[in-house]
């Protein structure tokens, strides 16, 4: 089946402490991207990547790092997270056809 | 900078009628139209997607229109059902070279039995 996972699925970490969230595409897309939703806010774009090793700041980055080394992975990085990085976060593919693939999301609170 | 809005924010409908959901944006050099449905708790699930270079697309019960030059599109919904509740969602591509989507808010659609 063509999905997107991430791990974990929910997260509450403590302000500061090291965190990363995976994800993982089984559909070959070289197009992947990590997006945050928020209430009032709507989703918006943290970071994306174009390929293996090719990755550019969405809207968002402040606060977050990325690394694409294999095509099917891009986790998302908070090496010190903070109280405004709680959040619903989403990972997505894209097929050359431009259709997004969304995952299932990662609700994390930072305390 | 591209903006995208959906109106009404909340629409609740009876069964079995028809509706309309509203998607404008402020930019028409648009690439594509994507519109995408999510659940409570959920990732978000493409419905639709519309190249710049059509006018609407269908899937079923759905019916998606764009206008480019007015800077608008519509979701049309035949035939409502509870299972049909959920957040819709319309997003845009700036171009064929862009990786950025720029997403509306949404319209929290509930069908009431």
């Known amino acids: 089946e063509a999905q997107v996972t991430q791990n974990p699925r929910y997260l509450i970490t403590v302000t500061g402490k090291k965190l990363t969230v995976t994800c993982s595409q089984n559909m070959n897309h070289e197009y992947m991207s990590w997006y945050r939703q928020d209430p009032g806010l709507g989703l918006r774009q943290i970071y994306y990547s174009m390929n293996v090793e090719v990755t550019d700041k969405g809207d968002v980055p402040e606060g977050y790092k990325v690394s694409r080394k294999e095509k099917r992975n891009f986790p998302l990085i908070l090496e010190s997270p903070s109280p405004n990085q709680t959040s619903l976060y989403f990972c997505?593919?894209?097929?050359?056809?431009?259709?997004?693939?969304f995952g299932p999301g990662t609700r994390l609170t930072v305390t | 900078k591209q903006e995208v809005t959906q109106i009404p924010a909340a629409l609740s409908v009876p069964e079995g009628e028809n509706l309309v959901l509203n998607c404008s944006f402020t930019?028409?050099?648009?690439?594509?139209l994507q519109w995408f449905r999510q659940d409570p708790g959920k990732g978000l699930t493409s419905l639709l997607l519309i190249q710049s270079s059509q006018r609407e697309q269908t899937s079923g019960r759905l019916n998606a229109s764009l206008d480019k030059s007015s800077g608008r599109s519509t979701l049309y919904i035949a035939a409502s059902q509870p299972g049909d509740s959920a957040t819709y969602l319309c997003a845009v591509s700036a171009g064929a070279g862009s990786y950025q989507l720029t997403f509306g808010k949404g319209t929290k659609l509930s069908v009431i039995p």
């Open positions: 997505a593919s894209r097929a050359n056809s431009y259709e997004q693939y």
């Open positions: 930019d028409s050099a648009i690439y594509n």
